[in-house]
Structures are given as C-alpha cells and as structure tokens.
C-alpha cells in the first residue's frame, strides 16, 4: 500500500515536471515565431518602401522563408492555423522568387495534405 502511495506520488511529480517543460517548451517556441514575425514585417515593410532594392528583396525571401518554414513545423500552433498561414507564405515567397524551391516544395506539400484530407485548398 506504501509503495503505491510512493509511486503514485512520483507519477504525479513526474507528471507535473513534464507539464512545466512542454509549457516552457510552448513558450520558447511562441517567442520564436513571434521573433520571426517581426522580422518578416520589417523586411516587408522595407521592400515596399523600395521594391527594386534587390538586397531588401532578398532579405523579404529569407526573413519569409525562416518564418513560414517555423510555422509549418511549430509544435504552438494548430494546424488550422499554421497550414494556411505557412501556404500563404510560400505563395508570397514564390511571387518574389518564382525558382524557390523550397517554397514550391512546400507549397505542394501543403496542397497534398488538403487534397489527401478531401477539404479546399485556402485561398490567397
């Protein structure tokens, strides 16, 4: 009877460590996108002030990719949430560079995961 109360105190304890850590773990993450985020809508916002600065072009492309490669993967976001926004990222992504691989790739992945689920691919 001891060792149950033992062991059902450890589990609890155990348990209770791990729910820290994932939430630790959430927020990390949460902070990451959010970084990432700003940076993408800087390097927006500094592209449209002048759309034939290749340098700011370029810096659009890579501040977009990092943040919508971040998305597709984030543990913090729903699918509901990151497929879409992750789409309509590599979509802006290929508008600026259309031979972007990744972005196709990727693009196409999600595109798969809506077709193969039977549900419209969003727009925009």
């Keep these: ?24 773990s959430l927020s990390a993450e949460q902070k990451k996108l959010t970084s990432l ?3 993408y809508t800087q390097a927006k916002s500094n592209y449209a002030k002048n759309p034939k600065d290749s340098t700011a072009k370029k810096k659009l ?3 977009a990719t990092s943040y919508a490669d ?8 729903k699918p509901t ?9 590599y ?26 689920m039977g549900r419209p691919i969003p727009k925009g």
């Design 70 to 77: 971040a998305v597709l993967v984030s543990p913090a976001l």
């Design 1 to 24: 009877m001891r060792l149950a109360i033992v062991i059902g105190a450890l589990a609890l304890v155990f348990g209770a460590a791990f729910a820290m850590q994932k939430q630790d």
């Design 91 to 116: 979509r802006e992504i290929l508008r600026l560079d259309p031979k972007n691989k990744n972005a196709a790739s990727n693009r196409d992945l999600i595109e798969g995961i809506y077709k193969s």
């Design 61 to 63: 492309v890579a501040c």
């Design 81 to 89: 949430e990151k497929y879409p926004k992750a789409l309509s990222l």
């Design 37 to 39: 985020a700003k940076a």
